[in-house]
């Protein structure tokens, strides 16, 4: 990433009136305030996750919109959903293909990231780097614990991602009391049909990874969605568990 300080706005305080704003070198990250003005990454989203076709649905009128935008505009974007607590997950999108009963007790704030995409052929490592520092800005802005999401791999053929889910299998399983229940008709339960077979961390989206990489930990079994083309897993990552290093530099390119 080339040089240039970092900017950021927005000190009201709490999560829901913080208006996300950061510039760093050729990227600019910012919240998009109402519908109209997420056109840009809607037509991301589309030629993400659906070829083109529109790709909307009734979550994106309560999230907040954030996109990275260079010279040509949207190069990456996603969505956050704020919940008030454990009870509410039932109110997530995750609870839709997941039973998330057991992260009910969770005490505090937690924020749901969804639809995070890249423009396609876009590799730049930094464009993830910007997209977790502004995550961390807004979950540290608004209290938030927790983080969860349904994190995908491209193509609904789980068989594709066998290497990616054996590593995950192996590695990245949740405490038991905590790992989401099987709720979606169509699902692999990889972490007993995979158990022992070797995997490949090399297999994992980029998003997986990151996740991964700042202790994050993911559900036993996947779900395939067809509608999207997907296999995804329930991922979650408690802010606390971000190594401090990382935080520090996640902090540093928000501010």
Do not use: N
Not at 39 to 66: I, S
Not at 123 to 143: M, N, Q, S
Not at 236 to 255: D, G, N
């Amino acid at each position: 990433m080339r040089g240039g300080k970092p900017r950021a706005s927005g000190s009201r305080s709490g999560m829901t009136q913080m208006v996300l704003s950061i510039s760093r070198g050729d990227y600019r990250v910012r919240e998009l305030r109402g519908l109209e003005a997420c056109a840009p990454l809607f037509a991301l989203r589309a030629r993400a996750f659906r070829g083109g076709a529109p790709d909307h649905d009734a979550f994106d009128t309560r999230c907040r919109h954030v996109v990275i935008e260079d010279a040509e505009g949207a190069a990456a974007g996603f969505r956050i959903l704020a919940l008030p607590g454990g009870a509410a997950l039932a109110d997530s999108y995750s609870a839709q293909f997941y039973d998330l009963s057991p992260l009910a007790d969770w005490p505090g704030p937690i924020l749901e990231l969804g639809r995070f995409c890249t423009r396609p052929g876009l590799r730049d490592p930094d464009v993830l780097r910007l997209g977790w520092a502004a995550i961390t800005r807004l979950a540290e802005a608004g209290g938030a614990g927790l983080l969860i999401g349904c994190t995908s791999f491209s193509g609904a053929d789980w068989q594709r991602h066998r290497k990616g889910l054996a590593h995950l299998a192996a590695h990245a399983l949740g405490p038991t009391r905590q790992r989401p229940h099987p709720k979606a008709p169509e699902h692999v339960p990889f972490g007993e049909v995979l158990a022992g077979e070797p995997g490949d961390p090399a297999a994992l989206p980029p998003l997986l990874r990151s996740y991964l990489g700042m202790g994050g930990w993911v559900s036993d079994h996947a779900v395939i969605d067809r509608d999207l083309d997907t296999c995804h897993v329930f991922t979650a990552l408690e802010i606390a568990a971000i190594p401090p290093a990382r935080l520090k530099a996640l902090r540093a390119l928000a501010t």
